[in-house]
């Protein structure tokens, strides 16, 4: 008898989400299903990518609509949908905005999966996230948001870039908020087991971690309109990965501690051990003086955002 093939179901067929698609077909990892307001959008992608799957020699399915009983039983759901800041739109009706749909996606979503695993990308990601486990009320190891993955990528990109080394020989960690509160440790950063103090100056170092830390707005200053969308699809499939092969991998995401680095009740950046089950593992390292106060300011960060985000719910 055959195993049933997994599926993965993803919120939004935006840029992020479409790209996840894609790269879930390059990658043959399983059958695909898109969810959107815009159904003929939905539609129309999940068409053009299963017209594709021929020439990647893949059987993949993919599908796309609004109904989320489309997503039933999927092993992993992807939430990317969100607006971006228009003219006019204040931080705040944002926040609250981006609360609302998500309010409504773990809502509509719920009944049909009872067991998945979610992955959130959506942003203000640590919010987000914070919300998406407040309303499905579902253990840690079950959600999990994408950030440490993307942001590491481009701490590593940007490493290579300067001393134009392979990136296959960088290991490199960000912990804490997605946003300028991050925190890329050069302490646990080797180029080939050699530390980056080794290879950079200080004002060096300082540097790629304040490029780190803005690389999202120097895309979209770049862009003029839209933002990334090619590196954080794929550091959703990296997750996607490691959870649907069972790698055992260590990597980044936004999870709930529940005393791990002397925190409780809250969602950020640390580095997981995901598997089979979702998250099987936080994993805490040592970190210094400097390290340690500036990981407690990212995490109160978040907290004030999801504060934030709460009262505004509240009002609305």
């Not at 701490?155 to 134009?164: G, S």
């Not at 400097?290 to 990212?298: N, T």
Request: proline letters at 3%.
């Amino acid at each position: 008898m055959l195993n049933q093939r997994k599926k993965v179901s993803i919120i939004g067929s935006g840029f992020v989400g479409s790209s996840c698609a894609t790269w879930i077909l390059a990658r043959d990892l399983a059958d695909i299903c898109l969810i959107d307001v815009n159904e003929g959008l939905a539609k129309g992608k999940a068409l053009d990518l299963y017209s594709a799957s021929p020439n990647m020699s893949s059987d993949i399915s993919v599908v796309g609509g609004s109904d989320y009983s489309l997503t039933e039983n999927s092993s992993v759901i992807v939430i990317t949908a969100g607006l971006t800041r228009k003219p006019g739109m204040s931080r705040s009706d944002l926040l609250l905005k981006n609360a609302e749909i998500m309010k409504d996606i773990c809502q509509g979503i719920k009944p049909y999966n009872p067991s998945a695993i979610f992955i959130i990308v959506s942003n203000p990601l640590d919010a987000m996230v914070s919300l998406a486990h407040q309303i499905l009320k579902i253990p840690r190891e079950r959600i999990l948001g994408m950030a440490g993955v993307l942001d590491s990528s481009r701490f590593k990109a940007f490493i290579a870039e300067k001393l134009r080394v392979s990136t296959k020989d960088i290991s490199a960690l960000v912990l804490g908020g997605h946003g300028d509160s991050m925190l890329p440790l050069i302490n646990y950063t080797t180029v080939g087991g050699v530390p980056l103090s080794v290879l950079m100056s200080e004002t060096e170092q300082k540097d790629i971690v304040e490029r780190t830390k803005k690389g999202g707005e120097e895309i979209v200053s770049l862009l003029k309109t839209g933002s990334a969308h090619y590196a954080p699809a794929l550091g959703v499939v990296e997750m996607l990965s490691a959870i649907l092969k069972d790698q055992k991998r260590i990597l980044a995401c936004s999870a709930l501690l529940e005393s791990e680095y002397g925190e409780r009740g809250v969602f950020v950046g640390v580095p997981c051990l995901l598997g089979g089950k979702g998250l099987e593992k936080i994993i805490e390292i040592p970190l210094n003086n400097e390290e340690e106060a500036q990981f407690k300011k990212s995490v109160k960060s978040v907290r004030d955002l999801v504060k934030e985000m709460n009262q505004l719910l509240k009002k609305s």
